[in-house]
Structures are given as structure tokens and as C-alpha cells.
């Protein structure tokens, strides 16, 4: 048996990984030397560019005025944290998972806070039935699960009269799907993955009912410094104009205001929709057209269009985790892409993200070599056997 001949060409950039995700393709470490390091995050210099990070995500998002947007510690964790504990228990709790991610919250509200909460869950490849909950109760879920590849296909079961709030982790899909921000009371994300930004800071945005029960609902449990968003019975104002909970890095900011701009020169969300859209129908082309590997999400209309989650379909391979992991390691061993494993909580498989700074080109180039990985590791076990 001849071995599978390599492809000649390769992805210019072989990041594809779920987070931190791709640079935007522009991006020069020289690029970010307007930061302006080594001063107070406070001073007007630091203010003003931490209120073009909150300005520029309402451009870019379509955030409604009314709504407020927050800079906050601890990444994407530290914004759903910082609503969970501010927010719940002032009614009946409902936490929705589909995956690891939502699971991590589901074990915070049920364990942690010890709340009596409706749990509802979906396996890998599946989503809840959304459109069964009760909205009169406070709902947690994520938009897109970043470790199954399953996303909400649109918001139209979230009524829009309802009475409890909806608090929603976006991380893996804000500026890469449309958030219909009636539907959604609390959206958090954090700046590495479809912006490809740096690591350390969430984003928190609140609706005016979010704002409403933080001025009137106080929890029964001590919050830290770090998830306190009033004070006195009050909104802490200054949190969303930039003036942060405790030390941002100005470098993370100064990058993500980069990202932001190339944002906007592409043409905004749209823009960066339809780019997230083109590469997700890559892989989907690739899977059709190979009956040896699949979309790991059940429904189509579920399928995300940044984390990408597939699954080798042929029965007949023996350890299929072995054999996923033999896949992406001989990738990256060839430097044609790195970080694609299935996170470590999901099924056997790879994780291919399709993010808005990710090229189509590269996406395109990396199929053949897929394919090529696939069969040389096929070979590999008929050799053994
Ligand atoms: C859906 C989801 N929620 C939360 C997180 C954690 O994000 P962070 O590391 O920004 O706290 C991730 C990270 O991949 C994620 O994908």
C-alpha cells in the first residue's frame, strides 16, 4: 500500500485553535505602541483609551444605548461569575449546558451558590429544547458551546415579555453570530477569541432590567470586591466608562482596540459574520463530501460557525480518542495546524476553530491536509493489525 502523498500547499497561519484564537491577519507586535504603558490606568490617557474599548464593542455589536457594558477582571469566567453571584436568587434559577462550559456554570449555581435550580442539560451533538423553559425564572446559558460545536441557531424562543432575566456567556460567539440583545439581559465574552485579542479582561453587558435588579435585589451570600457592581443600592457608574474594578492591562486594551478597528475598516458584524459563515462552510463541504468524519452537532442549525467540533464516523477504528489525537498530533507535527484536539471534557474528535480573524484560504488549505492525516493514520492501524 502506497503511503498518502502529502499536499503541496499549507495555511499560511496553522493556528486554529479555540482560544486564545488567531491574531487579526494584520496584526504586528509594532502595531500596539500607542499603549500607554508604565502610566495609571486612570490617568485621562488610560481612560480614554479603556472607554474606546467600551464605545468601539457597542459600535461594532450594535449594543443598544441603554444597555451597559462593563470592563471587568478575570476574563470571560469573571464577567458570568461576577452576574451570577450579583444577580441570582431572587427567584426561581433555571442553568442550561450542552457542554463542558455550561456544565462549569450549571456546578457554580447548583454547588457554590447552592441555588434550587431547574437543571437542564443536552449531550454532546445535542441542545435543550430552549423554547421549553420558563422565562419567568432567571435562565444561564452559553450562546455557543465551545467544546461541542453546538450553538443557539437564533433567539426567537427567548419571549420577549418575560420576567426573570436571561444571562448568556457569548464567548466564542460575539462578532461571530447575531446576539438578539432584547432576548438577553447579561452577554459576557472575553477579547481572545473571535477578536483573537489578548487574554485578561471579560466584557459585561447589561440590560436596564439586568441594572434594575442589581439596584434592588441584594444577595444572601458576601460578595468579594472583585464582582461588586454597586454600591449603597446603586449602580457603580464608573465601572461602565472605563473606570475598572481594579488594574486592566493596557497592552490587552491597546490590542483589542486594534482588533476593533480592523473590525471596522472589514465592515463590522456583518463583515465578520460572513467570515466566520465562509469558513464554517469549508469544513461543512469537507465532511459532505467524506463519509469518514462529521459535524459533531446533530442539527445543522445548531452547527457553530467558530468552534467547529467533527468526529471520525468509521466504527472500525479501535481507540477512537487514540486515533483523534494521533490525528492532530502528526498536524501539528507537520506545523499545518495546532491546537485542533477535542477539548479535553469532549468527545473523541478534532476542534477546528472558524473564528472572524482565521483565513478562509487557510481553512481551505488545511482540508486536503485533513485528509492526508486521516489516511496515514487509517494505514498506520491496518499496518499494526
Ligand atoms: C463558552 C465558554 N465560556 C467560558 C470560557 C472561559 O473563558 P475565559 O478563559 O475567558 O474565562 C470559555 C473558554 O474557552 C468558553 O469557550
Redesign the pocket.
Known sequence: MTDPVQPAKRPVNPRFS??PCAKIPTFELTKLADAPLGRSHRAAVGKAKLKAAIDGTRDILGVPDDYRIGIVPA???GAVEMAMWSLLGERKTTMVAWES?GAGWVTDAVKQLKLDAEVKTADYGQIVDMAALDYDTDVVF?W???TSGVRMPHGDMIPADRTGLTIC?A??AAFAMDLPWDKLDVVTF?W?KVMGGE?AH?MLILSPRAVERLENYTPAWPLPKIFRLTKGGKLIEGIFKGETINTPSMLAVEDYLLALDWARDLGGLPALIARCDANAAVIDQFCAANEWIANLAEDPATASTTSVCLKFTDDSIPDGAAFAKAVAKRLEAEGVALDIGAYRDAPAGLRIWCGATVETADLEALMPWLDWAYHTERAALSTAA
Request: proline share 0%; aromatic share 6%; glycine share 18%.
Open positions: 479555540s482560544g476574563s470571560d469566567t462550559f452559553t455557543n458551546g465551545t456567556d464567548t466564542s472575553s481572545q487574554a471579560g
